[in-house]
Every structure is written in C-alpha cells, then in structure tokens.
C-alpha cells in the first residue's frame, strides 16, 4: 500500500494494492458483476457502460468513464451529492498465472478529503473482493 500527497496541485491521492489469487480474466469477470461492483463500490452501485452514472447506498456516486479490458476500470467519484469530482482507476495486472495485482488509485481530491479515510476505504474494498472471490 502508498499513501501520496500532490501538495502542488492542492490535491490529494491514495494508492493501494492488492494481490489476489486469481487469473486476471476471473478478477475482471467478477469487477463486472454485480456483487463485485457492490464489492469496489458499496451496496447499491453498478458502474453501467461509459457516461452512466452509478450511486452507492452510502451517498457516493459518479460516472463511468473508461473500461479497457481486462487491464483497467476509471470512473468519477464524489463522496456525496455536493462534492467535487475526483478520479478512481482500478487496474488489473496479471503477476504470473492465477495470481492478479489490483490497484485502486484515487486522485484529485481537494486537500480538504481525509487522505486515511479514503486508503481505509480502498483497503476495505479489496478487502471484500478477495473475501469473496
């Protein structure tokens, strides 16, 4: 796991990884599903196709922007309806067969966002998704 801070930009980032024991066809396979989307981003939230906005219970939403398969998600992240928007990129990398590395960086976070609170959320994220798949 890295932690960054941008101070130049007036932004902050997390950056955190995960390596789990599976093919990267399966992890990407189940980052689609709904229980994996669930997983990434909270009970109620499906990242739908490019431009769709998606909404977790928790109050976060955003918009899908980028799917390239089987190497990477990036969608728009607000932690609520009034918050600016920040980037999420979830990568994918296939380390050696049956095991994949997934990152989650989250960038372009004012300086106000909780930089802790966001790696915590990421970690508990891959958390789930290991748990699960």
């Not at 928007?85 to 909780?114: C, Y």
């Amino acid at each position: 796991m890295t932690e960054q801070t941008a101070d130049a930009q007036a932004s902050v980032a997390t950056v955190v990884s995960r390596v789990v024991d599976c093919p990267v066809k399966k992890v990407w396979a189940f980052l689609l599903s709904p229980e994996g989307q669930a997983a990434l981003l909270g009970d109620g939230a499906s990242l739908g196709d490019k431009g769709d906005t998606w909404k977790a219970a928790d109050g976060t939403w955003g918009v899908t922007r980028t799917y390239h398969p089987l190497e990477e998600i990036r969608f728009s992240w607000h932690k609520d309806e009034d918050a600016p928007k920040t980037w999420v990129e979830v990568t994918l990398e296939e380390l050696s067969p049956g095991h994949t590395k997934i990152q989650i960086t989250h960038d372009h976070a004012n300086v106000e966002f909780n930089v802790a609170k966001l790696t915590a959320r990421w970690k508990a994220a891959l958390e789930r998704i290991d748990d699960i798949m």
